[in-house]
Protein backbone atom coordinates (compact mmCIF):
# COMPACT_ATOMS: atom_id res chain seq x y z
CA UNK A 1 0.00 0.00 0.00
CA UNK A 2 3.02 2.55 0.62
CA UNK A 3 4.05 1.96 -2.75
CA UNK A 4 0.63 3.39 -4.27
CA UNK A 5 0.81 6.05 -1.56
CA UNK A 6 3.82 7.51 -2.66
CA UNK A 7 2.77 7.69 -6.68
CA UNK A 8 -0.14 9.62 -5.65
CA UNK A 9 1.98 11.93 -3.35
CA UNK A 10 4.75 12.14 -5.72
CA UNK A 11 2.43 12.52 -9.05
CA UNK A 12 -0.99 13.21 -8.19
CA UNK A 13 -1.08 15.06 -11.93
CA UNK A 14 -1.13 11.49 -13.33
CA UNK A 15 -3.53 9.50 -11.57
CA UNK A 16 -7.42 9.41 -13.33
CA UNK A 17 -10.24 7.51 -12.11
CA UNK A 18 -13.41 6.81 -14.00
CA UNK A 19 -16.59 6.80 -12.11
CA UNK A 20 -19.81 5.50 -12.92
CA UNK A 21 -23.47 7.17 -12.98
CA UNK A 22 -23.72 6.82 -9.35
CA UNK A 23 -19.80 7.77 -8.21
CA UNK A 24 -18.28 4.17 -7.92
CA UNK A 25 -15.17 4.26 -8.87
CA UNK A 26 -14.80 1.90 -12.40
CA UNK A 27 -11.14 2.61 -13.37
CA UNK A 28 -8.11 4.05 -13.29
CA UNK A 29 -4.53 4.58 -14.20
CA UNK A 30 -1.75 4.90 -11.88
CA UNK A 31 1.20 6.74 -13.51
CA UNK A 32 5.11 8.25 -12.23
CA UNK A 33 7.22 9.88 -13.70
CA UNK A 34 11.00 7.76 -13.57
CA UNK A 35 13.37 9.56 -11.83
CA UNK A 36 16.82 7.19 -12.92
CA UNK A 37 17.39 9.18 -16.21
CA UNK A 38 17.42 12.95 -15.53
CA UNK A 39 18.43 13.42 -19.27
CA UNK A 40 15.33 12.14 -20.81
CA UNK A 41 12.12 12.70 -19.18
CA UNK A 42 9.67 9.76 -19.58
CA UNK A 43 6.85 8.30 -17.82
CA UNK A 44 6.15 5.10 -16.57
CA UNK A 45 2.31 3.57 -16.72
CA UNK A 46 2.45 1.70 -12.74
CA UNK A 47 -1.33 0.18 -12.81
CA UNK A 48 -4.55 0.25 -15.26
CA UNK A 49 -7.70 -1.22 -14.48
CA UNK A 50 -11.54 -0.96 -15.40
CA UNK A 51 -13.97 -3.29 -14.27
CA UNK A 52 -15.08 -5.70 -16.28
CA UNK A 53 -18.51 -4.87 -16.67
CA UNK A 54 -17.31 -1.70 -18.16
CA UNK A 55 -14.82 -2.73 -20.41
CA UNK A 56 -15.25 -1.95 -24.32
CA UNK A 57 -16.44 1.39 -23.64
CA UNK A 58 -13.03 3.52 -24.16
CA UNK A 59 -12.30 3.94 -20.37
CA UNK A 60 -8.57 2.50 -20.60
CA UNK A 61 -8.21 4.43 -23.84
CA UNK A 62 -9.56 7.86 -22.09
CA UNK A 63 -7.33 7.21 -18.89
CA UNK A 64 -4.71 6.69 -20.59
CA UNK A 65 -4.43 9.49 -22.83
CA UNK A 66 -5.19 11.40 -19.99
CA UNK A 67 -2.30 10.41 -18.46
CA UNK A 68 -0.25 11.07 -21.33
CA UNK A 69 -1.34 14.43 -21.87
CA UNK A 70 -0.32 15.18 -18.37
CA UNK A 71 2.89 13.96 -18.50
CA UNK A 72 4.09 16.05 -21.82
CA UNK A 73 2.59 19.06 -20.19
CA UNK A 74 3.34 19.17 -16.87
CA UNK A 75 6.49 17.32 -16.96
CA UNK A 76 7.75 17.63 -20.68
CA UNK A 77 8.20 13.63 -21.10
CA UNK A 78 9.90 12.45 -23.83
CA UNK A 79 7.81 8.78 -23.74
CA UNK A 80 6.35 6.37 -22.04
CA UNK A 81 6.75 3.18 -21.08
CA UNK A 82 5.15 0.03 -19.36
CA UNK A 83 4.96 -3.93 -18.82
CA UNK A 84 2.08 -6.18 -19.99
CA UNK A 85 2.00 -9.89 -19.61
CA UNK A 86 2.53 -11.59 -22.69
CA UNK A 87 -0.29 -13.75 -22.24
CA UNK A 88 -2.91 -10.51 -21.96
CA UNK A 89 -4.40 -10.31 -25.61
CA UNK A 90 -6.55 -7.61 -24.76
CA UNK A 91 -4.18 -5.50 -22.93
CA UNK A 92 -1.24 -6.21 -25.84
CA UNK A 93 -4.35 -5.23 -28.25
CA UNK A 94 -4.98 -1.84 -26.08
CA UNK A 95 -1.51 -0.75 -25.96
CA UNK A 96 -0.20 -1.66 -29.49
CA UNK A 97 -3.19 -0.91 -31.72
CA UNK A 98 -5.04 1.77 -29.96
CA UNK A 99 -2.73 3.37 -28.28
CA UNK A 100 0.36 2.66 -30.68
CA UNK A 101 3.17 1.42 -28.19
CA UNK A 102 5.54 -0.36 -29.31
CA UNK A 103 7.56 -2.90 -27.87
CA UNK A 104 10.64 -2.53 -26.68
CA UNK A 105 12.36 -5.62 -25.39
CA UNK A 106 10.84 -8.84 -24.10
CA UNK A 107 11.81 -8.98 -20.45
CA UNK A 108 11.97 -12.66 -19.17
CA UNK A 109 10.62 -13.69 -16.03
CA UNK A 110 9.35 -10.40 -15.01
CA UNK A 111 6.39 -11.25 -13.10
CA UNK A 112 6.72 -13.51 -9.85
CA UNK A 113 4.69 -16.49 -11.43
CA UNK A 114 7.54 -16.10 -14.07
CA UNK A 115 5.90 -15.06 -16.86
CA UNK A 116 7.62 -12.99 -19.29
CA UNK A 117 6.58 -9.12 -20.13
CA UNK A 118 6.64 -7.07 -22.87
CA UNK A 119 8.29 -3.93 -22.35
CA UNK A 120 6.65 -1.13 -24.45
CA UNK A 121 6.91 2.59 -25.26
CA UNK A 122 5.28 5.21 -26.39
CA UNK A 123 6.96 8.10 -27.82
CA UNK A 124 5.78 12.16 -27.89
CA UNK A 125 7.78 13.66 -29.28
CA UNK A 126 8.86 14.58 -32.66
CA UNK A 127 11.79 11.64 -33.02
CA UNK A 128 11.12 10.07 -35.98
CA UNK A 129 13.93 7.02 -35.62
CA UNK A 130 11.35 6.26 -32.80
CA UNK A 131 8.40 6.29 -34.89
CA UNK A 132 7.19 3.48 -36.91
CA UNK A 133 4.34 2.82 -39.90
CA UNK A 134 1.91 0.28 -39.18
CA UNK A 135 3.38 -1.94 -41.40
CA UNK A 136 6.72 -1.98 -39.40
CA UNK A 137 4.92 -1.75 -36.08
CA UNK A 138 2.98 -4.78 -37.22
CA UNK A 139 6.50 -6.45 -38.68
CA UNK A 140 8.52 -5.91 -35.29
CA UNK A 141 5.40 -6.92 -33.35
CA UNK A 142 5.33 -10.36 -35.20
CA UNK A 143 9.28 -10.84 -35.48
CA UNK A 144 9.14 -10.43 -31.89
CA UNK A 145 6.57 -12.88 -30.74
CA UNK A 146 7.88 -15.10 -32.94
CA UNK A 147 11.49 -14.90 -31.41
CA UNK A 148 9.60 -15.39 -27.81
CA UNK A 149 7.74 -18.48 -29.12
CA UNK A 150 10.81 -19.89 -30.75
CA UNK A 151 12.81 -19.36 -27.13
CA UNK A 152 9.43 -20.86 -25.49
CA UNK A 153 9.84 -24.01 -27.10
CA UNK A 154 13.58 -24.45 -26.92
CA UNK A 155 13.16 -24.56 -23.39
Not at 29 to 38: G, H, I, N, R
Not at 125 to 147: G, I, T, W, Y
Request: charged content about 30%; some cysteine.
Amino acid sequence: MKYYYYHILSWPQLLYVAEDHKGKIVGYVLAKMEEDEPAEQHGHITSLSVLRTHRKCGLATSLMTSSHARMTETFDAEHTALHVRKSNHAAFHLYSQTLKYDINDIEKGYYADGEDAYDMRKYFKNRPDKFLSEEERAEKAAKMAAEAEKAEKAE
